[in-house]
């Protein structure tokens, strides 16, 4: 396994949740990582993103002010910290990488983990 999500889980609306994605060193120290979100009957949508540096970040409008994506290089880990949840953001989250940098179209990642399913109750 290249990818390994976990962190998901039941939080009532308002909460917070972080997420955690373990990447293999090959993929982790070459290439950018995202986060993106599939909710029962939609598309799959982006969150965030970080370069391989971890100097640059992009956030989807709807996560920006209230997710962080961050990476920890001594752990391989990239995190995608959600405060003051809300019930649309119920989906299941994957982590990705991306051989093409930050950007925000799901089919330039390459990799993908097995998801981990955010539940939010209002």
Not at 66 to 92: C, G, P, W
Not at 102 to 110: E, K
Request: charged share 15%.
């Amino acid at each position: 396994v290249q990818l390994q999500a976990s962190g998901g889980g039941l939080v009532q609306s308002g909460g917070s949740l972080r997420l955690s994605c373990v990447a293999s060193g090959r993929l982790f120290n070459n290439y950018a990582l995202g986060w993106f979100r599939q909710a029962p009957g939609k598309e799959r949508e982006f969150v965030a993103s970080i370069s391989v540096s971890g100097r640059s970040t992009a956030y989807a409008r709807s996560a920006k002010g209230r997710f962080i994506i961050s990476k920890d290089n001594d752990k391989n880990t990239v995190y995608l910290q959600m405060n003051n949840l809300e019930s649309e953001d119920t989906a299941t989250y994957y982590c990705a990488t991306s051989p093409q940098g930050i950007n925000v179209d799901a089919t330039n990642y390459n990799y993908w983990g097995q998801g981990t399913l955010v539940t939010v109750s209002s």
